[in-house]
């Protein structure tokens, strides 16, 4: 049973920062592609930054995330980041983990996925 579970989450003024983890119980993490996503209230889901388990560059990062998010992996805990900087109200949302094999450039909806984690941002 894959367990993808997302945590970091909270309140933060805006112009902080806050890193957001994600652990995916799977056993061959660099097979994986790993996503983040993020759903603000009243909106539809959307792809915030993705990357390949085997690899230390994105393969995906949302234009309005550019160059404030960063998105990571650490291979041996099996465990996905995001740090977020420079966060704005806008950013505020439920932030979704999700993984999945042989898919590219993110996980789509058929992969594994987290329950979610509030990240709200005060303006």
């Known amino acids: 049973q894959v367990q993808v579970v997302e945590s970091g989450g909270g309140l933060v003024q805006a112009g902080g920062s806050m890193r957001l983890s994600c652990t995916v119980s799977v056993l061959a993490f660099d097979l994986y592609t790993l996503g983040w996503y993020r759903q603000a209230p009243g909106k539809t889901r959307e792809g915030v930054s993705c990357i390949r388990g085997n690899e230390d560059s994105a393969t995906y990062y949302r234009d309005s995330v550019k160059g404030r998010f960063t998105i990571s992996t650490d291979r041996a805990s099996k465990t996905l980041y995001l740090e977020m900087s420079n966060l704005k109200s806008e950013d505020t949302a439920t932030y979704y983990c999700?993984?999945?094999?042989?898919?590219?450039?993110?996980?789509?909806?058929?992969?594994?996925w987290g329950q979610g984690t509030q990240v709200t941002v005060s303006s």
């Open positions: 999700a993984a999945q094999r042989k898919t590219y450039p993110c996980p789509s909806l058929s992969g594994y």
